[in-house]
C-alpha cells in the first residue's frame, strides 16, 4: 500500500475516533444542559399493566422520586399484562414525544429489546424495573431477585407441609421475565425438599379469573392437592377465591406472591399463609432516580447494567404486626 493510501487510512480512522468521542461528549453536555436549564424533565414510567395495586404502589414511588427531581412523571401502562403489542406502542409514542428517559417494566423480555433500542437511538435513556429484558441493554435493572423470590415460596411451603405432598404452581405469563424467573427459582429449590412433589404447573395470565380456573383444574386433576405457589398478586387472589369457595381454605397450604390489599386480607382470614412480599414503591422511586442519574450522564443504556435488588421478604401472621412488617405492606401508611 502506497504512503497516501496509508496516511488517507490513518486519517479515517482518527476521524472516526473523534466522531465516537464527540456524540458522548454531546450526549453528556445535552444531560447536563435539560438539569442546567431548570425546566421539569419529563419521566415516561411504563409498567407491564396498571390494574392491580402492585403497579399503583410502584407509580406512588415513581412520583415521590419525581417530586423530589423537578420531573413530571407520566405513569402510562398497558390494560393487560400479556398485552405486549400495546406496550410497544406506548413506548414508540414517548420516543415521539421525546421524553427526557423512560422507565419499563417489560411484558416480554424479548420482544421488547427492539423497541428499546429505538429509545436509545433516539437519545432516550431506558431503566428496566421488575421485568427487564433479554439481553439487558438497559441502563439499569432496579428488581427482586425473583429467583429468590420463588425460592423462598418453596421454603414456605416446605415449612407448612412438613410431611410432605403434592404442590401445584400458578406462574403468570411464559416468556416475561419475572414469571420466568420466580418458576425458575421455585423449582430449583423444591430440589432441596423432596417430600414436596411438583404436579401441576398452569399459568394464571396476570388474571383473577384466570387463575380461579386454573387452580380449579389442578384440585379436579388431584384431589389430594397440598399445597399451592401463586407467584403474582392476580394469581394469589384467584386462588384465594377458589380454594374458599370449594371450603379448602387451611387445608391446601398457599403462598403468593406480593400483597394486595385482597392477598392481605386472605392472610388475615388463613385462606393464605404465607405472602412473598417485594418492595414496589422502592422500585418505582430508584427507577425515577436512575432514570435522572442517567439523564445526568448522558448515557442512554449499558452493555452490563448494574442490577438492583430491592429485596423480598416472607410475610405470616407470625411476623405480621412487626412494624417493620407494617411498613413493608403498607407503604403509604395505611391502617392495619
Known amino acids: 500500500m502506497g504512503r497516501k493510501r496509508w496516511l488517507g487510512l490513518i486519517a479515517g480512522l482518527l476521524l472516526v475516533a ?3 468521542c464527540s456524540r458522548q461528549d454531546e450526549q453528556e453536555a445535552g444531560g447536563a444542559e435539560k438539569q442546567a436549564s431548570g425546566r421539569r424533565l419529563q419521566i415516561a414510567v411504563i409498567p407491564k399493566g396498571t390494574a392491580q395495586s402492585f403497579w399503583q404502589t410502584v407509580k406512588a414511588g415513581a412520583e415521590q422520586a419525581g417530586r423530589e427531581e423537578n420531573a413530571d412523571i407520566t405513569f402510562i401502562g398497558p390494560t393487560e399484562e400479556t398485552a405486549t403489542v400495546e406496550q ?4 414508540d409514542a414517548q420516543i415521539t414525544r421525546r421524553v427526557d428517559a423512560i422507565v419499563l417494566a417489560a411484558c416480554d423480555a424479548r420482544a ?3 423497541t428499546v433500542r429505538k429509545a436509545q437511538q433516539a437519545g432516550i435513556p431506558v431503566v428496566t424495573i421488575d421485568s427487564g429484558i ?4 438497559s441502563y439499569r435493572f432496579v428488581a427482586t431477585d425473583n429467583r429468590k423470590g420463588g425460592a423462598a415460596a418453596a421454603e414456605a411451603l416446605n415449612k407448612l407441609l412438613p410431611d410432605g405432598g403434592k404442590v ?3 406462574p403468570f405469563v411464559k416468556g416475561a421475565s419475572s414469571s420466568d424467573d420466580r418458576e425458575a427459582g421455585f423449582k430449583e429449590a423444591l430440589r432441596q425438599y423432596p417430600k414436596l412433589q411438583l404436579v401441576s404447573t398452569l399459568y394464571s395470565n396476570s388474571d383473577v379469573n384466570k387463575a380461579q ?3 380449579n383444574a389442578m384440585l379436579a386433576a388431584h384431589p389430594d392437592l397440598a399445597g399451592i405457589f401463586a407467584a ?3 394469581g394469589g387472589v384467584g386462588a384465594a377465591q377458589a380454594l374458599k369457595l370449594k371450603g379448602l381454605q387451611g387445608k391446601v397450604k398457599l403462598v403468593a406472591y406480593d400483597a394486595g390489599e385482597e392477598e392481605i386480607a386472605a392472610l388475615k382470614a388463613g ?8 418492595r414496589p414503591f422502592e422500585m418505582g422511586y430508584q427507577g425515577v432516580k436512575s432514570a435522572i442519574e442517567a439523564i445526568r450522564s448522558g448515557k442512554v443504556g449499558s452493555d452490563t447494567p448494574v442490577r438492583v435488588d430491592t429485596g423480598v421478604t416472607t410475610v405470616t401472621m407470625e411476623n405480621f404486626n412487626d412494624p417493620e412488617i407494617q411498613k413493608l405492606l403498607y407503604p403509604s401508611g395505611a391502617p392495619r
Not at 410497544?88 to 413506548?91: L, M, T
Not at 433479554?134 to 441493554?137: H, K, L, Q, R, T
Open 18 to 20: 473523534g466522531t465516537g
Open 88 to 91: 410497544k406502542n406506548i413506548v
Open 112 to 114: 421488547l429489546v427492539p
Open 134 to 137: 433479554d439481553p439487558d441493554i
Open 168 to 170: 401445584g404452581l400458578v
Open 213 to 215: 380456573e386454573v387452580v
Open 232 to 234: 403474582n398478586q392476580a
Open 271 to 278: 385462606i393464605i399463609q404465607a405472602l412473598i412480599v417485594q
